[in-house]
């Protein structure tokens, strides 16, 4: 059996305005302290007799920005990784940000199989009203120095800025994934969350314009044969993350690193929102202090994990009474005893979950 | 029969505030009828709920024994009345079991017109009014010019009107002395048939029902077997006795005498308020005058809401109407509410009173319809349906005619609110009737109105377009044929039960409009367009829609961190309860509430 491994690393150049992610300015101590801790459990896991018949097949380096890893240090952890003994590794994410990497050989050699890029945009201004330290230069630039050693990759891009005219910055990306030949895209539409800046400087979403957007994007990128194969996410067929489809799957996952999620023989369990309880509890501890999920849980994750993944879920879990409805107004459609999300279903997601639940 | 000669029965009439309850206090506190440390402020009022909307739902006597002057004592029987136009035959009856009564008035304020209408009904009685002027001690005390308007009023001599501060226990004296003088007392043979008069009535879960009774004749024992004469039930009582702050119990009670009698009776409903109680041996002829069987002006469905079920609102309107032998109620099933009841009330306030205390004395939780009168369909083979329950009016084209219960109503007003109030009694259909002088100040005005149109808010308008001042009674005169429709709403083109509306044919477009945006309000976005019309029989006369959602989805499950949606879905559920599925559209229970907060009449 496998299990993926989730890696998340605390530290950024600066936050940006949008962020809720757990994530502080780059410190030294801080930063030595975690990295011998990450590797502790690391070798923890290497020992532990719970996680014997599983293999780890995907290490997801999240962030954070986990390009801001010294290439020594990530070569440390991968190795500690690589000494578990039933590893058969398919795929090894790391999320870069533009302006931090030079030389993309050097992780290459060591091991990561597939890097995702943070551009967010390729437009000056909305970078700087987003609060990114890179430009659109440094995207570009960097977007040339990946494709020339990978061609698994991914990018980010963020849309529906207010006051921005969209449909041109879609249009921009657009350019560049057919430029640079990227396999894969997520794009996500720009959330206000609570605690950001932005939340702060009460700004507002206009949800119709996000209505059009993703209709155009879907189109746009089927268009270059890209396959939108989850809300937010878009790859040509053999790109996809094969790391974050486990979370659709509820296939396990163990996450090391403060504010990382896991889930473990059916347990949920997760480190808090700061550095004390990463730093004071073993992912042991984390594992045995939790509860298994309930036959009624599980069908519920089942439920909104399943359908938020274009395969969609088995027809036996959800309730029977709005099925048919929802089918004639074109929030799902039904194939061979599965319920798969369209594109109005997705758009109208925690919705359309909560009828089916 | 000396022993009469020696009791007052009387009660007193005073608007909201004029201090009946303090001068109460002070004559308990005088007569020595409790101790210092029981008497708790204002001892008459004792259900919360009556205390918080500055109103007396319950009557409460009190047998108090002041020491006159003259060397005698006295016994003095204080029956309180309820002070609110649901409640005027209650009052009525009150009023019935007394001799006299105290009209309160506050020095600073003057005479209410509220106070009218109780008044009247005293004078009706033959009840000998003394007049007392409260709050002598405040500064803006009109002692002079009030107790000449008084004084006109009554017929009396200035000096006769007695000046009193209940608060400071001035002029308590004067008041008890002019109540043994002034009052009459009362008469009646302790050896004729008995013929007493229940003025009212409580549901005690040890004992059964306890009956508050004014002898009128004869005289009753323990172990007499009595029969009630509405309707016609006997029992034996066990207990009976005078009330002060408990009870007293005592072997008989004699004519003249106020006190109570236990029966095991085991339903308030056979113990009605105005009923003559007779005993089966040696039976009265015929009853006391003025019986009046109290039948429900306003109904409206309920059903359970948020956390409570069918079964919980059963019970507690059991349990409620143990003590509360006007609402009426039966099972009744919505599309739209599920399984409920449709009850019947007194009046909007008596309904309001019912809902909150099946919140706070059961903890249920309901949703109520929109209230509606009782209507006589006429069939077109000549059967004659009552209707409660707008959604079963029979299809139009299927009865010959609707009929609606028309009332009327006795405003009673300072002149200067004249113009406003014929005008909102026009608005709502009232027909003018007569204008009567009272005093300088005061008229009174009569109209005739469909019941329909007053019970919702009709009693706040009155208010606020007078400035509070203005104050209305209003008998049943009948059935009247009406240009009435039934206005349903629909939502995804499903009709709405519990929407449905009885309404005037010329107001009917200004109330689908009026729905029809308050739900367009109230009903958040969903899934799919919603569309809300008002119909009449097939003709839509009114829509609106709710355009659907365009964005509902979190755009990231970022690093498989799952709790996010987890909370969200507990949120989603936690509203679910508040909600009621109609087809496949999700309304908020506060949207029957919305509804029924409606302006009838816009303005
Ligand atoms: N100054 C003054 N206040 C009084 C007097 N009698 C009653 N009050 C006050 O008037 C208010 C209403 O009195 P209350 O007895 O509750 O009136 P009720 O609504 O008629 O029962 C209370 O705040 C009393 O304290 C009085 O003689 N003088
Ligand atoms: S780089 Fe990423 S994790 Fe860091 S602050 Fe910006 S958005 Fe947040």
Same mark, same amino acid.
């Given at each position: ?6 890696? =998340? ?54 962030? +954070?920005?986990?390009?801001? #890893? @010294? ?64 430009? &659109? ?32 910055? !879609? ?19 720009? *959330? ?22 993703? @209709?155009? #994007? ?9 396959? =939108? ?27 090391? +690193? ?26 042991? @501890? ?51 005893? &599965? ?19 | ?58 009557? =409460? ?197 106020? +006190? ?14 105005? /009923?003559?109680?007779? *005993? ?50 039966? $099972? ?7 399984? +409920? ?32 009168? &009782? ?20 299809? $139009? ?42 005093? !300088? ?106 355009? $659907?959602?365009?964005? /509902? ?51």
């Amino acid at each position: 059996m496998n299990v993926g491994l989730y890696i =998340h690393f605390p530290f950024c150049l600066s936050k940006c305005f949008y962020c809720k992610f757990f994530s502080v300015r780059f410190k030294d101590a801080l930063y030595s302290k975690y990295i011998e801790k990450l590797i502790s459990d690391i070798k923890l896991l290497n020992q532990l007799p719970e996680f014997e018949e599983y293999k780890i097949d995907t290490v997801y380096f999240g962030g +954070g920005t986990p390009s801001l #890893i @010294d290439i020594r240090d990530l070569d440390r952890i991968l190795n500690e990784i690589f000494r578990y003994k039933n590893t058969q590794i398919k795929e090894i994410t790391l999320e870069v940000n533009p302006k931090t990497v030079e030389d993309f050989r050097l992780y290459k050699e060591i091991g990561i199989t597939r890097i995702s890029l943070g551009i967010q945009n390729f437009n000056d201004n909305v970078l700087k009203f987003l609060g990114r330290v890179h430009s &659109k230069e440094d995207n570009i630039k960097t977007l040339e120095l990946l494709s020339r050693e990978y061609d698994n990759f991914s990018i980010d891009i963020i849309y529906n800025i207010p006051g921005f005219n969209n449909k041109k910055l !879609v249009d921009d990306a657009i350019f560049y994934i057919k430029k640079f030949k990227i396999p894969h895209a997520s794009f996500y539409e720009l *959330t206000i969350e609570e605690g950001t800046k932005f939340y702060k400087d009460n700004i507002k979403i206009d949800e119709e314009e996000f209505d059009y957007l993703y @209709d155009y #994007i879907d189109m746009k990128l089927r268009e270059l044969g890209f396959i =939108h194969y989850e809300v937010s996410n878009y790859g040509e067929r053999g790109y996809f993350s094969i790391h974050n489809i486990k979370y659709w799957r509820r296939e396990y996952y163990i996450g090391l +690193g403060p504010a990382s999620h896991s889930f473990f023989k059916e347990r949920r369990f997760y480190y808090s929102y700061d550095f004390n309880d990463f730093f004071t509890n073993s992912i042991l @501890d984390k594992f045995k202090s939790s509860n298994k999920l309930n036959k009624e849980e599980i069908r519920e994750e089942e439920i909104f994990l399943g359908l938020r993944f274009y395969e969609g879920i088995d027809i036996s879990l959800v309730k029977k009474e709005y099925i048919s409805f929802l089918e004639k107004e074109g929030f799902i459609y039904i194939e061979k005893n &599965k319920i798969k999300p369209t594109i109005k279903g997705w758009k109208l997601f925690n919705s359309l979950v909560y009828y089916l639940i | 029969m000396d022993y009469q000669k020696k009791i007052r029965n009387f009660s007193i009439i005073a608007h909201i505030d004029h201090g009946k309850s303090t001068l109460a206090d002070r004559m308990i506190e005088i007569t020595k009828t409790i101790s210092e440390r029981e008497l708790v402020d204002q001892v008459l009022d004792s259900m919360d709920l009556e205390r918080e909307r500055g109103i007396t739902i319950k009557s =409460h006597p009190i047998r108090m024994e002041y020491k006159s002057k003259d060397g005698e004592i006295y016994i003095f029987n204080l029956i309180d009345t309820p002070g609110h136009v649901d409640f005027s035959y209650e009052v009525s009856r009150s009023l019935a079991a007394c001799e006299g009564a105290i009209l309160v008035v506050d020095a600073s304020q003057g005479i209410e017109a509220q106070t009218f209408s109780t008044l009247y009904q005293a004078l009706e009685n033959d009840l000998a009014i003394i007049p007392v002027l409260n709050k002598i001690d405040l500064p803006s005390a009109r002692v002079e010019e009030l107790s000449e308007e008084l004084s006109d009023l009554l017929g009396v001599f200035p000096e006769e009107v007695i000046k009193v501060s209940a608060k400071m226990g001035i002029g308590i004296e004067d008041l008890m002395e002019a109540i043994v003088r002034e009052i009459p007392a009362p008469e009646g043979d302790e050896n004729a048939p008995v013929r007493a008069l229940i003025f009212d009535s409580f549901y005690d879960k040890y004992r059964g029902v306890v009956v508050y009774v004014r002898m009128k004749e004869g005289t009753l024992k323990i172990g007499d077997k009595i029969k009630f004469f509405a309707t016609g039930k006997e029992f034996e009582i066990e207990e009976l006795g005078y009330i002060k702050l408990g009870r007293y119990p005592q072997k008989q009670l004699k004519a003249g005498e106020i +006190g109570y009698i236990i029966a095991n009776i085991k339903e308030i409903r056979d113990a009605r308020v105005g /009923d003559t109680i007779t *005993t089966v041996e040696n039976p009265a002829k015929e009853p006391l005058p003025g019986y009046k069987e109290v039948k429900p002006m306003v109904y409206c469905g309920i059903f359970p809401a948020e956390g409570s079920n069918y079964e919980d609102l059963k019970e507690a309107l059991e349990r409620l109407s143990l003590n509360d032998s006007s609402i009426v109620y039966e $099972p009744e099933v919505s599309d739209a509410l599920g399984h +409920g009841f449709r009850a019947g009330f007194l009046g909007l306030l008596h309904m309001e009173i019912v809902q909150e205390r099946l919140y706070r004395e059961f903890g249920v939780n309901i949703i109520t319809t929109v209230p509606s009168v &009782k209507y006589k369909v006429i069939m077109k083979d000549g059967e004659e349906r009552f209707i409660s329950n707008p959604s079963e009016l029979p299809q $139009p084209g299927t009865f010959e005619k609707i009929e609606e219960p028309f009332v009327r109503g006795i405003i009673i007003t300072p002149n200067n609110y004249m113009s406003p109030i014929i005008k909102l009694a026009q608005d709502r259909r009232g027909e003018y009737i007569s204008t009567s002088t009272i005093d !300088v100040n005061t008229v009174e005005l009569t109209f005739e109105f469909p019941l329909g149109e007053i019970i919702l808010d009709f009693f706040d308008k009155l208010k606020s377009v007078s400035s509070g001042y203005a104050s209305m009674d209003y008998e049943f005169i009948g059935y009247r044929e009406g240009d009435l429709v039934k206005l349903d709403i629909l939502i995804n083109g499903q009709k709405v039960d519990a929407f449905s509306v009885i309404i005037h044919r010329k107001r009917a477009y200004y109330m689908a409009r009026a729905i029809v945006d308050k739900l367009k309000e109230v009903i958040p976005r969903q899934l799919f367009e919603v569309v809300i019309q008002a119909a009449i029989g097939n003709k839509i006369i009114a829509r609106s829609s709710i355009k $659907p959602m365009r964005k /509902d989805v979190l755009a990231k499950c970022y690093g498989g961190d799952v709790t996010r949606k987890k909370k969200l879905l507990e949120k989603q559920k936690e509203g679910k309860k508040r909600m009621k599925m109609i087809g496949k559209v999700e309304v908020p229970q506060e949207a029957f509430l919305a509804v029924l907060k409606i302006d009838q009449v816009g303005g």
